[in-house]
T-cell receptor, first 112, second 112 residues
Framework: ETGVTQTPRHLVMGMTNKKSLKCEQH?????MYWYKQSAKKPLELMFV???????ENNSVPSRFSPECPNSSHLFLHLHTLQPEDSALYLC???????????FGQGTRLTVV | GQNIDQPTEMTATEGAIVQINCTYQ??????LFWYQQHAGEAPTFLSY????GLEEKGRFSSFLSRSKGYSYLLLKELQMKDSASYLC?????????????FGTGTKLQVIP
């Protein structure tokens, strides 16, 4: 248990569905991240939120929409995804002053 | 941007020592992390280096040379459970906040 909780752990959705991934941390961290991990590829940084403000969007398609309502919660809203979006989506959080990032267990997403 | 290189795969024998190298190129360097990731699981933090030298933590040690843009992770007395991917990650200041970028990971297989 890292202190970062992601739900759901597994998700299967059709290309016309709308779903949301949730991430929650109570570590007092003020930065939260979404990463995508596809097979045989490195972890790809998707979004960074620092103090609840989105500070980075790594050219992610608009069918992925992040939301950070407060410093403890992060969402990734999904709509009209493609089969190539199937991957492990990892949330992480970190604090100021140089602490390591703690990862959630991830959501295994399959788009059919 | 950042460029991080590490070998794709390595194989080592149970009880032996293995060294996994990582080279990087970045501006605004502010630390290097090593993470372990078992298949289907989230990465877990192993070590952090920000100053030159060796950090030892039990069977695992990590070395950093900032001038050379080089780090290695040393695993001693290898156990079968050490079979996993090992991720090198570099943190750097970018646009007023700290960004962590991961390498592709080195898949280590420990054989009897």
């Amino acid at each position: 248990e890292t202190g970062v909780t992601q739900t759901p752990r597994h998700l299967v959705m059709g290309m016309t569905n709308k779903k949301s991934l949730k991430c929650e941390q109570h570590l007092g961290h003020n930065a939260m991240y979404w990463y995508k991990q596809s097979a045989k590829k490195p972890l790809e940084l998707m979004f960074v939120y620092s103090l609840e403000e989105r500070v980075e969007n790594n050219s992610v398609p608009s069918r992925f929409s992040p939301e950070c309502p407060n410093s403890s919660h992060l969402f990734l809203h999904l709509h009209t995804l493609q089969p190539e979006d199937s991957a492990l989506y990892l949330c992480a959080s970190s604090g100021q002053g140089g602490t390591e990032a703690f990862f959630g267990q991830g959501t295994r997403l399959t788009v059919v | 941007g950042q460029n991080i290189d590490q070998p794709t795969e390595m194989t080592a024998t149970e009880g032996a020592i293995v060294q996994i190298n990582c080279t990087y190129q970045t501006s605004g360097f502010n630390g290097l992390f090593w993470y372990q990731q078992h298949a289907g699981e989230a990465p877990t933090f192993l070590s952090y280096n920000v100053l030159d030298g060796l950090e030892e933590k039990g069977r695992f040690s990590s070395f950093l040379s900032r001038s050379k843009g080089y780090s290695y992770l040393l695993l001693k007395e290898l156990q079968m459970k050490d079979s996993a991917s090992y991720l090198c990650a570099v943190r750097a200041f970018s646009g007023g906040y700290q960004k962590v970028t991961f390498g592709t990971g080195t898949k280590l297989q420990v054989i009897p």
